[in-house]
């Protein structure tokens, strides 16, 4: 399965659509160095497609192209933008999510 370090969840919007509203073009992507991806040689920094499923119980995120990742340790820039805006930590995102 693939494996993403430095990782970062960001969101993103597709391009436009004139039968659909502005919110539903943002998705939620992960940006990160992969490691075990069959597409992608190892070491190299991409971008998801956009997810669909955030497995808390695997902590695996399934992407809208069916891959599933998962997640090491996070962007360190990520967690300081999280913390300077009162987010959860990142590593903490599978615990948060699943209480909710």
Same mark, same amino acid.
């Given at each position: 399965?693939?494996?993403?370090?430095?990782?970062?969840?960001?969101?993103?919007?597709?391009?436009?659509?004139?039968?659909?509203?502005?919110?539903?073009?943002?998705? $939620?992507?992960?940006?990160? @160095?992969?490691?075990?991806? +069959?597409?992608? *040689?190892? /070491?190299?920094?991409?971008?998801?497609?956009?997810?669909?499923?955030?497995?808390? $119980?695997?902590?695996?995120? @399934?992407?809208?192209?069916? +891959?599933?990742? *998962?997640? /090491?340790?996070?962007?360190?820039?990520?967690?300081?933008?999280?913390?300077?805006?009162?987010?959860?930590?990142?590593?903490?995102?599978?615990?948060?999510?699943?209480?909710?």
């Amino acid at each position: 399965m693939p494996h993403l370090e430095q990782w970062s969840k960001r969101a993103c919007t597709l391009p436009g659509d004139a039968y659909k509203a502005p919110e539903q073009l943002r998705v $939620d992507v992960f940006s990160g @160095i992969v490691t075990g991806h +069959s597409l992608h *040689t190892d /070491g190299k920094r991409v971008t998801t497609s956009s997810i669909v499923k955030i497995d808390c $119980d695997r902590k695996v995120v @399934i992407t809208h192209s069916g +891959s599933e990742y *998962t997640l /090491g340790e996070p962007c360190p820039f990520y967690v300081q933008l999280c913390q300077e805006n009162n987010h959860a930590h990142p590593k903490d995102m599978f615990k948060v999510l699943k209480e909710q």
